[in-house]
């Protein structure tokens, strides 16, 4: 119970874009380790193509180590977040270069290539680089929105300190 209740007011101050990466990641990640199972082998094959082969690596971060910082806030609540939001642009941008350097590195043969671990498709992209370039972009405008808000306030109420 003690737990529970713990639990729930660290979602309360969690905020939503926040959450919203860790569903997505956590849905991500267990799908990645379902395909790997041997019994899910045509599965994979289908998909491959689309997620490239390191399907999930870059979202394992988001699991394991947004709790960590939601569940240990040792000062400032609003510098944790910041700083999460931070990792999350950071690992996301890794995520899109290597997207990018993936999809330079594609020969025309590997659209059509048999064989499906070497097959490229157009849709790559997408997952590759456009989902973490959503986030990087939500992560950012959030950071961008706060700032701007707290700067209004400090500005219409100048005693304050930031």
């Known amino acids: 119970m003690e737990i ?55 979202y394992q971060f988001g699991i394991f180590f947004i709790p960590l910082c939601l569940f240990s806030f040792g000062g400032n609540v609003t510098k944790t977040i910041n700083l999460l939001r ?10 899109c270069y290597n997207g990018y350097q993936d999809w330079l590195s594609i020969n025309p043969e590997d659209y059509t290539n048999p064989n499906p671990y070497l097959r490229y498709d157009s849709l790559t992209p997408v997952y590759t680089i456009f989902t973490p370039l959503f986030w990087i972009l939500l992560m950012a405008g959030t950071l961008s929105w706060n700032y701007f808000k707290r700067k209004k306030k400090n500005n219409l109420n100048p005693e304050t300190e930031s």
């Open 4 to 58: 529970s209740k713990k639990v729930f007011a660290v979602l309360k101050k969690a905020p939503y874009d926040i959450i919203l990466f860790y569903i997505f990641s956590t849905l991500v990640v267990v799908f990645s380790w379902y395909l790997r199972l041997d019994s899910n082998k045509s599965l994979r094959e289908t998909l491959i193509p689309y997620t490239g082969w390191e399907f999930g690596n870059a």
């Open 86 to 95: 931070f990792y999350i642009m950071i690992t996301m941008l890794i995520e």
